[in-house]
């Protein structure tokens, strides 16, 4: 009986805590290079379990890492949305921004619209990576989910696979032990 208790309360808690995990919205990205420093990220955000449509969100460009943001959305998503972008500004080392509202009903809940895109100049080493994200409130500016922009699944399939590939790489055999 003791053991039954003890565990219903365990199932409990996991449920609870797996319950603030579960993320209500998500922005995937895709990054591509158009010229040597040029990049563009391409976005597709996920209503997941935001009870309210997505009406706006903001992503962040680190200020340092990130400059000369345009807006290359195509239509006819560039024409359901009010986009805007706002650069790194080096006096106050503030980050830039590209914000995007929509004209509609927005993004319902377990819906998903992709095709936001936002070039711009790299100025880091390597490839960018995640930004960080807002779900504004249109109406009160409050910020009502963030997080954390997510690779596209095909980049992180290729990103495993060469990681595979340099662990099972021994002598320039491959290892499999």
Same mark, same amino acid.
């Given at each position: 009986? !003791?053991?039954q208790?003890?565990s ?11 319950g603030?995990c579960?993320?209500v919205?998500q922005?995937?990205?895709?990054v591509?290079?158009?010229?040597p420093?040029?990049?563009e990220?391409t976005y597709?955000?996920s ?8 009406q706006?969100?903001?992503i ?12 290359? *959305?195509s239509d006819?998503l560039?024409?359901?949305w009010?986009?805007?972008v706002?650069?790194p500004e080096?006096?106050? !080392? ?8 929509a004209?509609?009903s ?7 619209v992709?095709?936001?895109a936002v070039?711009?100049?790299?100025l ?6 995640a ?6 409130d249109?109406?009160?500016?409050? *910020?009502?989910?963030?997080?954390? *922009?997510?690779?596209?699944?095909g980049?992180?399939?290729l990103f ?5 590939h340099?662990?099972h !790489?021994k002598?320039?055999r491959?290892?499999?032990?």
């Open positions: 009986m !003791r053991k208790v003890v219903g309360i365990i199932f409990s808690l996991l449920h609870v805590v797996a603030f579960v993320p919205t922005i995937d990205y895709d591509a290079e158009f010229s420093g040029r990049w990220y597709e955000v209503n997941i379990g935001l009870p309210v449509p997505v706006e969100f903001t962040w460009f680190d200020f340092g890492f990130c400059d000369n943001l345009a807006i290359e *959305t006819p560039a024409g359901d009010d986009e805007i706002w650069q080096p006096v106050l !080392r503030d980050d830039g921004a590209y914000d995007a509202r004209l509609d927005g993004i319902a809940r377990g819906q998903t992709a095709g936001f070039s711009f100049d790299w880091g080493i390597g490839e960018p990576g930004q960080f994200y807002e779900i504004v249109p109406m009160t500016f409050e *910020t009502i989910d963030s997080g954390w *922009t997510i690779p596209e699944p980049t992180l399939l495993a696979l060469g990681g595979l340099l662990l !790489r002598g320039g491959y290892n499999m032990h």
